[in-house]
T-cell receptor
């Protein structure tokens, strides 16, 4: 079982370029999330999806877009990258069991925007 | 606003006990989570508290007081592999997770 995979592992991107970070899960979880993690700050939610076909904005959605065409895939797109989007990006999915929701994280994508 | 506070860094000795505190102010409460994150890796789930009291899971225990907006993670019989960041997160009234910045735990021999 792979769990959650993310691609690429890392990327250096020129400012102004478009970039899509890929996320795929094989656990059939309904909910998926994109976070960014910056030094000294907690994980911040960018976008989320409670089920295939729906998406919602998190705490820091500006400059990012997502789509959820099916249960497994949840890509994150930076339409025109800026240096402030340099960060580590984590995709997560969650399941509810016994009234408790647990999030499982992918390995992350390290993005440097120059 | 919503806020999760944890110490930035703590140091402890191998074999000892350490308590990592977390205080929170959120719009609503639907559970508190602790995650472990080793450097360069993804966070992994440790514990979940929704009712007041202590939840024990092996060497790790987590405590919650909802009236005080307070939780702690207790790590016993510390091992070098426990060196990591420990993240506290609270699920708010919208069922979204609000994350603390994490506590970096350094274990010394």
């Amino acid at each position: 079982i792979a769990g959650i995979t993310q691609a690429p592992t890392s990327q250096i991107l020129a400012a102004g370029r478009r970039m899509t970070l890929r996320c795929t899960q094989d656990m059939r979880h309904n909910a998926m999330y994109w976070y960014r993690q910056d030094l000294g700050l907690g994980l911040r939610l960018i976008h989320y999806s409670n089920t295939a076909g729906t998406t919602g904005k998190g705490e820091v959605p500006d400059g990012y877009s997502v789509s959820r065409a099916n249960t497994d895939d949840f890509p994150l797109t930076l339409a025109s990258a800026v240096p402030s989007q340099t960060s580590v990006y984590f995709c997560a999915s969650s399941e509810v069991a016994g009234g408790q929701e647990t999030q499982y994280f992918g390995p992350g994508t390290r993005l440097l925007v120059l | 606003g919503q806020n999760i506070d944890q110490p930035t860094e703590m140091t402890a000795t191998e074999g000892a006990i350490v308590q990592i505190n977390c205080t929170y102010q959120t719009s609503g409460f639907n559970g508190l989570f602790w995650y472990q994150q080793h450097a360069g890796e993804a966070p992994t789930f440790l514990s979940y508290n929704v009712l007041d009291g202590l939840e024990e899971k092996g060497r790790f225990s987590s405590f919650l007081s909802r009236s005080k907006g307070y939780s702690y993670l207790l790590l016993k019989e510390l091992q070098m592999k426990d060196s990591a960041s420990y993240l506290c997160a609270v699920k708010d009234s919208n069922y979204q997770l609000i994350w603390g910045a994490g506590t970096k735990l350094i274990i010394k021999p």
